[in-house]
């Protein structure tokens, strides 16, 4: 019986596309955690509602969520909404995109003046570090895992 010769670069292939699939699948799973738990803005419950500008409209930081590939992009989307469509959308796209780049990082990102503000607790709906339990959340998930063996 002829075994069929061991092929190096084959499995070397295949192990990657493995790789870039579960990077692709985990790094979803942070953006869609992260988009989904992301604070909208409500001027009823601020401090000053009266301070909202005129057609204010609350969801600027869920739409912010921006994926790159290898650079940062300092973008930030206009409009109105806190629609999660867009930024699920794009996002995915680019996580397809670099799964078969070659790029070495994707970047998950939120350019909003006051991302940092809200990452810290500043909105009373997404109390600190609900950004890092978002991300624990999504390593727990088929495409990630909280420890390596």
Do not use: C
């Not at 292939?13 to 979803?28: A, C, I, N, P, W």
């Not at 992301?38 to 000053?48: A, D, K, L, Y």
């Not at 109105?80 to 930024?87: L, R």
């Not at 990102?109 to 809200?118: D, G, I, K, T």
């Amino acid at each position: 019986m002829a075994t069929k010769p061991f092929n190096a670069g084959e499995i070397a292939r295949q192990v990657e596309v493995e790789l870039f699939d579960d990077m692709g699948e985990t790094s979803f799973a942070i953006l869609r955690n992260l988009v989904s738990r992301s604070p909208v803005g409500n001027p009823t419950n601020w401090q000053n509602p009266a301070s909202a500008p005129e057609g204010y409209v609350g969801g600027n930081f869920r739409r912010n969520w921006i994926v790159s590939i290898g650079v940062v992009d300092s973008g930030i989307r206009d409009g109105a909404g806190a629609s999660a469509a867009v930024p699920l959308a794009e996002g995915l796209s680019k996580i397809e995109s670099f799964k078969s780049s070659k790029a070495t990082s994707l970047i998950i990102q939120n350019n909003v003046p006051y991302a940092n503000r809200l990452a810290l607790g500043h909105s009373t709906q997404a109390k600190p570090p609900w950004v890092d339990e978002e991300i624990d959340a999504a390593l727990t998930i088929p495409g990630g895992q909280t420890e390596l063996d």
